[in-house]
């Protein structure tokens, strides 16, 4: 892969790159989780991970959220929406993000790196950091637009400061 | 002397002990005061604690750190075979000798005085040392290191003389222990998953590990209320052993990737196995998850919790492949079954603020005695260890 810097791309395809991942987190923002999945392509292999920079690095697997197929993806909202609700303290959160890195992959793909942090802010609570780390995204454009093929956002806040219920 | 054979009565903490065995003070969970008075008596005091399994350790040179009771440890790999805990601090000044979480490395350079240790923790350079006091030899100066034993790859260490030897320390629940460790202890890392709760340590403790399951939405969704179990504790230590079967069951409509909760394997060894050792550590072993949860109490408020998953040294690469798939989405603090647990660590030291005991219901049939061995979905689990803390810590119980 050549690195091709963004002002040699397209100008059309980063202004849609930049409004998949305003979409990306508006749509956890305001927790429309449907509109989260939307985001992906519908590929069946299209994956989302979240994963602690120390494993990265190390070349460990496990991650917080190993969703290595778009049914897995479809399944954490069931997680969030079914399974978990009523259990836990709602939070809200503010995610706030960085275009660092883009290149163009293929004839459509491109690759790019997204500086992220979020500011969660528990029911009757205080605001704070909850993580900080580094979106590296394959997006795909095609005929509906851009869509991730893979996101991976790769945290490095070694030690999290509670339970994780949204995707980051 | 032995603080647990003479604990002494700690009237000047003021906590009265309620007469009946299934009641907890709730103090106990949100008193800060009680914290340096625990560091002494517990996570300084005679116990084995677990810092690492050697399965986290692979090759030679491999190390990482680690903290109990705010003591940094330095678990390394030697280039001789040998796995060694060494304090983490340079044997001259006391600087913090590795700020690393981890790492693999030929020699271990302390940058304040240069001196320079090897993996065996011996001091093997230090400049300019015919300057240093008379009679000084390289030789006296290793890396310090606490007393160190291990189970099945299992490394702990105590900071106390009194302890007694591990395999009697761990009493009765080696069986599920050795069971939770892969049957033969040859795991093999494959992450972790690093969080921390705004809990006392006790509150972690008594929430983690096995409680009745009415909590998990997603295990009654998935129809696994079935299959035969059993909770046993080790009276003497407070320690907690549980084995339950898990019963295939048919597909849920509710999740569309069902090798989420798939086990691949012998049907004899389906199942759910988790033990509790005093004070902190929990090890599961569910469907096809290996997971030693390393508990540090940070704080009075706040408990750090690393989730370290494995694989076994057999598996086969599907095996591995699954193990990683289930491993980070089933039990942690974002698994599917497990978030809720992690709320709960919260809202329990919240709401122990409130006057009064915490009451245990589910299986108490006396009120001045505790059963070794209980049914699976009993609460009464922890109450042996809740019986050993309060000897440990001095704490009369009422007589009325």
Redo the contacts between chains.
């Keep these: 892969m050549s690195a091709v810097a963004a002002n040699t791309i397209d100008h059309e395809a980063v202004a849609q790159i930049d409004a998949l991942q305003a979409g990306y987190i508006h749509a956890l923002d305001s927790k429309d989780f449907h509109a989260w999945v939307d985001t992906f392509d519908t590929a069946e292999d299209t994956a989302y991970f979240?994963i602690?920079a120390?494993?990265a690095e190390?070349n460990?697997?496990?991650?917080?959220?190993?969703?290595?197929?778009r049914?897995?993806i479809?399944?954490r909202v069931?997680?969030i929406e079914?399974?978990?609700?009523g259990?836990?303290?709602d939070y809200y959160t503010r995610h706030f993000i960085q275009r660092t890195r883009c290149s163009q992959q293929s004839n459509n793909i491109y690759a790019v790196e997204t500086n992220f942090s979020i500011i969660y802010t528990p029911e009757s609570g205080k605001s704070d950091v909850q993580v900080a780390g580094l979106y590296k995204d394959e997006i795909i454009i095609n005929g509906s637009g851009a869509k991730f093929k893979s996101k991976k956002a790769i945290y490095d806040t070694?030690?999290?400061?509670?339970?994780?219920?949204y995707p980051f | 002397m032995n603080d647990l054979s003479n604990p002494g009565i700690n009237s000047q903490l003021g906590i009265e002990w309620p007469k009946n065995m299934n009641e907890v003070p709730k103090e106990v969970f949100v008193r800060t005061d009680l914290f340096d008075v625990e560091q002494k008596r517990i996570f300084r005091g005679p116990e084995w604690h677990a810092v690492a399994h050697v399965g986290e350790l692979p090759e030679r040179g491999d190390f990482k750190t680690y903290t109990l009771s705010n003591v940094p440890l330095l678990i390394v790999h030697g280039h001789d075979g040998e796995h060694r805990v060494f304090y983490n601090a340079c044997s001259h000044r006391s600087n913090q000798l590795e700020t690393a979480?981890?790492g693999n490395k030929t020699e271990f350079e302390c940058p304040y005085h240069r001196w320079l240790f090897n993996p065996e923790g011996e001091l093997i350079g230090c400049p300019n040392s015919k300057e240093y006091s008379p009679g000084f030899k390289q030789e006296d100066y290793p890396l310090g290191q606490p007393r160190v034993d291990s189970f099945y790859g299992l490394i702990f260490i105590t900071m106390h003389d009194d302890t007694p030897p591990l395999t009697e320390w761990l009493g009765e629940v080696k069986p599920t222990l050795i069971k939770a460790l892969g049957d033969d202890g040859r795991l093999r890392?494959?992450?972790?998953?690093?969080?921390?709760?705004?809990s006392n340590w006790k509150g972690y403790n008594d929430n983690d590990g096995y409680h009745a399951p009415l909590?998990h939405?997603?295990f009654t969704?998935l129809n696994w209320q079935g299959g035969d179990g059993r909770q046993y504790m080790d009276m003497a230590r407070g320690h907690l052993g549980f084995e339950a079967e898990l019963k295939r069951v048919p597909r849920s409509e509710?999740?569309?990737?069902h090798s989420?909760v798939d086990f691949i394997g012998d049907e004899a060894n389906m199942g759910s196995r988790l033990i509790q050792l005093f004070p902190t550590l929990v090890i599961t072993r569910h469907l096809n998850v290996y997971n030693i949860r390393f508990a540090i109490a940070s704080g009075p408020e706040e408990t750090?919790v690393h989730y370290a998953?494995f694989c076994h040294e057999d598996d086969d690469e599907e095996m591995v492949k699954h193990r990683?798939?289930q491993?980070?989405?089933l039990l942690?603090?974002?698994g599917?079954v497990s978030?809720?647990d992690?709320?709960?660590f919260?809202?329990i030291h919240i709401g122990s603020n409130t006057p009064g005991n915490a009451i245990f219901q589910k299986g108490v049939k006396s009120f001045d005695k505790l059963e070794a061995e209980i049914k699976q979905n009993d609460e009464t689990g922890n109450l042996a260890r809740w019986e050993y803390y309060r000897k440990v810590m001095g704490f009369e119980r009422a007589l009325a």
């Design positions: 979240c602690a120390e494993n190390r460990l697997p496990i991650a917080l959220m190993y969703d290595d197929n049914l897995r479809e399944d069931t997680f079914k399974i978990w609700v259990t836990f303290q070694t030690v999290l400061p509670r339970y994780i219920v | 979480s981890f890392l494959l992450g972790y998953q690093k969080v921390s709760y705004k909590l939405t997603a969704l509710l999740i569309q990737d989420l750090e998953y990683i798939r491993s980070s989405n942690g603090p974002c599917m978030m809720e992690a709320s709960i919260h809202r």
